[in-house]
């Protein structure tokens, strides 16, 4: 016998099955997982929106999330706020200051997105390069987005530079709410409802749809493709660079140059949950992700949560690659 | 500030905030106000008779080389800067009082990771110029490198690493310029339950050879008081769980068996969930990094380390000041004290690795930390622990572990 | 097909049609003595090639052949049956965690010499394979290429979190194979590349012969099928999932050989360079080198290895290099440097000769060029 009995046992000793811590934080888990399924949701939405228009599985994605965070804890610092104790602000200074983060945030990912597109993908659809070679080019833009931030600011993530404490306002089933919790959850709903509605009502969105329904016919009645390339890009930067900014609020000590990795790979398994393409599927998919992921954390141990994440992407991958929605910018109308 | 205030406003005008006045009554809150009045104990005088880098202005040599190995820039640079700083200094008060005996210090960056340094390690004990090496301030580093040193001959000084196994693989090229573990794991737990009154304990561990380690001895030390474990990676940043599970055992005191890198964000979510705990970390989490890091929840901090606090050597830390425009770290005199033995040696006329390992073997003499002699497994006879606690945003001495 | 490519197509092909206008024994001829040239390498110790004295040559050249050893085996999953494999690092982590798990005093397992485990560990990668290829190699291009990446981390995130595989404690003293010098000391050690660069070599020959072969059997016909339209080869009756299944077990067992390989001569297996980014390296290194071309891959493989260690300067800068390598690459030479070629296979030479009167033509269309169909639902 080569493998050792004390091997298997210990295995299984590192796993704890505790339905019990299950129940007990069963509330609590969930206002976490929706205040971090929100986040996914808000960068899965950028995967999804170019996936549907382009088929293309935006790998640099998670870079131009974390250029967001940096952006965020640039701002801070750029206020005069230095790591170290959290300041005490008056309500108004700190919305103000919070709105400013948030819009940076958003301007920089946003920015990053357009600039990758332009500068990366562009030449490539240009010359009818095959998908394989914009996956790869995608991956090469990743490299090179994490490099940059890895020898500018180093290998260790930036100091936590925080304007508030999370606090706890109210409690929910005995779950606490903190005002951190608050922030993130109703300001993404609002960007959620906000790009729906852009989506689904506006013109642009009529634009985004129609190409990723049929990119030739959308041409020839009209629509302007390389623009509304540009526009989606734009669009999932900003979501990205907005969730980047709820990251940051949440884990202060988040800018690492490798810290989208995780996170990017996750939003994706997001997307796919809900369907890639289709918008509100990105979203199911978000909160989806962040309730299982929080739910066993508690059932397996905090160190299982990465590991829950992928294999729940690994089996839907498997058994639904449509995922729950189904797939399509463009037909999936809910 | 003034000019802070004018951006803000600027800033603040920008996105159409208000309430401008108010900037007035933002204040910094001061950290270290509620930590119990401790009585302090005195730092050690700097011995008369310690040995100085610079010698006697006299020694003749060829032109010789050792080595500093550890982390530069890599994972908790920090501690390694303060060796490197340290070492630096000694090579450079001797080279300036000996002309006649230039050592070069070759900087060797393993990013303080265990798989990184081996191959590090082997280009050291393959450049033959070098006869010497202080460093590898890591546990986990240097257990993965530590046989290249021993196969090559090459002497290694440790200024750090603390963990007790090794020094029992035979090497016979290990020495370690500290107390291990063993030690300091029975001394945290004197401290913790005895002056810090807590039966409680949590111990907090991370997946490194040192912490693992440490929290093996600290938890046997304990006994009965500790209360819980729990387990962080390396890099870690979200303590979500192990924080809730930290708060539902309610202890009275946390033990983190770690480096700072970690310890600085679990200390603060530690304390934005409203654990009002004590927090000790041992030498790897003592660093102004945690300090900053950690923010207001370090004010609550106690370290424990088997390093001398270095108040009163002032010499040393004057030239220290100058020489790398900070004041000496954690391990800063240690290493300052090690590359002068070494030093010491090359003084002494030994030019190659077999000859200057012997030396080191035998050596015998007082350092500005301590009392240096070995015994044949590489440990020091007497070591001693101190405690410090953080004032006014900054590490102090506490009191002496006896 | 671009201004660029054609160029260079042109310059490379009297140098391809000289080698494929000799006979066998002439091909031997030149091989055999740059064989030989390969394996004095690091004795050699030549001055312009030498990494000396920033990088030990013998370790260097070590580890240019672990990379090419690596993008061989990767080679065969992405370059010939056209599977992008993003978690490649997680069959070389597992084989260096079998490795480690047998030989290490830090293992709570039986004890078996470094040359036994070496099949086990490619064995188990391949059992690995297999397991993660059954359900995920229905899918298509980039679903497979995330489900790959997924498990790779799975992978990554186990060793983390398993105890008994020790985290960032890791393994010391892996086993390495026996023999010993004159003074008694064993002849593989962690100081010595020149030992485990020699076996590096020679099972990357033997490596090259089963892998040339196969490519000009039946399942080499059928991976090339399935890469350039796999509904068209299923259509032809090629049964494409199971060569599909074939492709992703050898290449994992091959990255499972260079894992074992990698921690026996450091000496050392912890959880901390199984990273994603390492995966991303051994792609870099096959697509720069030409996906699909075994020669190209070697060159790639030499390229990413062997220049960050000879010009440190740059090392800091490697990844940063390499990915705008890629993005430039796909752009202008998606085939690679040297692409991969369409050709016959199996009677190739003789067809050639009676064709044209002399060796095979090179047309640069691979994997990399050729449209991949939509995936259809």
Partial sequence: MLIHHELTTHVLADIKFDPGAFVDQFWQNTVDGLSQGSIYALVALGYTLVYGVLKLINFAHSEVFIYGAYATWFTFYGLGFRPGSTPDLPVFELIGFLLLALVVSMLVSGGTAVVLERVAYRPLRKRGAPRLAFLITAIGASFVLQQILFLTRGGNAERSIRLMKPEAQFTIFGAEITNVTLIIIIASVVLMVFADVFVNRTKFGRGIRAVAQDPDTATLMGVNKERIIILTFLIGGLLAGAAAFFYMIKNPQGASYQGGFILGIKAFTAAVLGGIGNLRGALLGGILLGLVENYGQAFFGGNWRDVVAFVLLVLILMFRPTGILGESLGKARV | MQKARLSRVIVLAAVGAVALGACSARNESDSGGDTPPQSQAAAPAQASNAANPAGDGKAQCAPTSIAYAGTINGNNAALGQNILYGVDLAVTQHNKANPGCQVKLEKFETEGTPDKAPGIVTQIANTNSIIGVVGLPFSGESKAAGNIFNDKGLVQLTPSATNPTLSQNGWKTFFRGLGNDNTQGPAAAQFITQELKADKVCVVRDDSEYGTGLADAITKALGEKATCQQTVKTKQIDFAAVVNDIKSKSPQAIFYSGYYQEAAPLAQQLSDAGVDAKFVGPDGVKDDEFVKGAGDAAAKAYFTCPCVPADQFTDFSTAYKAASGKDPGTYSPEGYDLATILLKGIDAGKKDRASLLDFVKTYDGQGLTKHFKWDDKGELAKTTVWTYKVEGGKIVRNTEIK | ?377
């Avoid at chain 3, 056209?82 to 830090?106: C, E």
């Avoid at chain 3, 740059?314 to 290099?321: E, G, P, S, V």
């Fill in chain 3, 1 to 377: 097909m671009t201004e660029g490519t054609k160029t260079a197509v042109g310059k490379r092909r009297p140098l391809g049609e000289w080698w494929n206008n000799l006979s066998r024994v002439q091909q031997w001829g030149v091989l055999i003595p740059l064989v030989a040239l390969v394996y004095l390498l690091p004795v050699l110790n030549p001055p312009i090639l030498s990494t000396e004295p920033g990088y030990d040559f013998p370790i260097a050249m070590f580890e240019v052949a672990r990379y090419a050893l690596v993008a061989i085996g990767l080679n065969v999953v992405v370059g010939q049956a056209g599977l992008l494999d993003l978690g490649y690092i997680g069959f070389f982590a597992i084989g260096a965690y079998v490795a480690a798990l047998f030989t290490s005093p830090d293992s709570s397992l039986s004890k078996l010499p470094f040359l036994v485990v070496l099949p086990i560990a490619m064995v188990v990668t391949m059992i690995f394979g297999v397991i993660l290829g059954t359900p995920t190699l229905r899918l298509r291009g980039d679903y497979l290429a995330i489900v790959t990446l997924g498990f790779g981390e799975i992978v990554r995130l186990l060793a983390d979190n398993i105890d008994p595989l020790r985290g960032n404690r890791g393994f010391q003293e892996v086993g390495h194979p026996p023999g010993t010098n004159a003074d008694g000391s064993s002849l593989f050690n962690n100081t010595n590349g020149i030992p485990w660069y020699w076996l590096c070599v020679t099972i990357i020959i033997l490596i090259l012969f089963l892998v040339g072969n196969l490519e000009r059997s039946r399942v080499g016909r059928a991976w090339v099928a399935i890469r350039d339209d796999e509904d068209a080869a299923e259509i032809m009756g090629v049964p494409t999932f199971k060569f599909k299944i074939w492709a992703f077990a050898g290449g994992a067992a091959i990255g499972g050989l260079s894992g074992a390989l990698y921690a026996g001569q450091l000496g050392f297996v912890n959880n901390q360079k199984f990273d994603v980014v390492t995966s991303m390296l051994f792609l870099a290194a096959v697509i720069l080198g030409g996906s699909g071309n075994k020669v190209g891959v070697l060159v790639g493989a030499i390229v990413v290895a062997y220049v960050p260690l000879r010009f440190l300067v740059i090392a800091d800068y490697k990844y940063l290099i390499f990915g705008l390598a890629l993005i430039i690459l796909m752009i202008f030479r998606p085939g690679g440097l040297l692409g991969a070629r369409q050709r016959l296979l199996t009677y190739g030479r003789q067809a050639y000769q009676r064709l044209l009167g002399k060796g095979e033509q090179i047309s640069s269309d691979g994997a990399m060029v050729t449209d991949e169909p939509e995936r259809s639902h």
